[in-house]
């Protein structure tokens, strides 16, 4: 890594820099390479001068929140990888208005507004990782999206800070109309006042519905694929015949056949060969092919095949 930047960053910023970093320490499924130069921010203005003095030097950005919803290679990743696990995660209430910056992690904007009495966003407790990861993939759970009580949001959308209106974005199922680098800085929401017993019921009911369908004690990203129309990738998959199928210690869980596990010392390696095994036989069996939810990072087209 160019010693010029690092230069740069320490004398322009107050964020946390590390050379060489395992991101096995940083995803939820605890696999991946070395990050070549992960940065921390601790503010905005931090995290507005690290995209400028990495575009400044023509160097790679990505962007990690909590690291759900997120295979990395085994690889790592080249340039400037920047985490918001732990940074940018104030939340505020006043009334009925919830004000968030997007490093939050989501389980800690639902706490918030059901201490409040606001209902809303309880069906969303136990969904992996930061309200900006949430909000670019449209995240839902028991009928229910974060996108359905958005108000706004401050972005850094081509090297400048915006206010978009929940108008000005296009949500669809487990998606939106965020350009690729959009960094997305806070956002606003408009929930209403409940009794506390109703909102109650519903968190219960979604967390025993998480309990008892989905493998929350093994390392994983959430779902794997997005459900088709009409149709539930889990059920593909399980008559596909592919419930419990493993490569080394990479597998597909056996209590919910759309959670891809590591189940030991899996590697990034395995996953990808798991996914491409999962694609083609549903593809084969059902002519349907598989959308992933989770995003792919550093892996080279050789890798990823038909994937890429």
Known sequence: MNSKIISQLKNSTSAKILLNESLKKHTTYGVGGDAELMIIPSNKDDLKNIMGIASQNNEKITILG????????????????????????????????LYAECGARLGKVVKESIKHDLIGLENLVGVP???????????????????????????????????????????????????KDTILLSANFKLKKSDSLKIKKN??????GRKNTQPL????????????????AGKLIDEAGLKGF?????KISTKHANFLINDGKATSHDMIQIIKKVRNTVKERFNIILELEVKLIGFNKNELGELS
């Open 66 to 97: 909590s690291g759900s919803n997120v295979l990395i290679s085994d690889n790592g990743i080249k340039g400037v990888t920047i985490s918001l696990k732990g940074s940018l995660d104030q939340v505020n209430i006043d009334g009925e208005a």
């Open 129 to 179: 990782g930061t309200l900006g990861g949430a909000l670019i993939m449209n995240a839902g759970a028991w009928g229910g999206e974060i996108s359905q009580y958005l108000e706004s949001v401050e972005a850094i959308v081509d090297g400048h800070i915006k206010r978009l209106k929940s108008s000005d974005i296009k949500f669809s199922y487990r998606n939106s109309s965020f350009k």
């Open 203 to 208: 968190l219960m009911d979604a967390q025993d």
């Open 217 to 232: 004690n093994k390392r994983s990203a959430g779902s794997l694929f997005k459900n088709p129309a009409n149709n539930s």
């Open 246 to 250: 493993s490569i080394g210690d990479a």
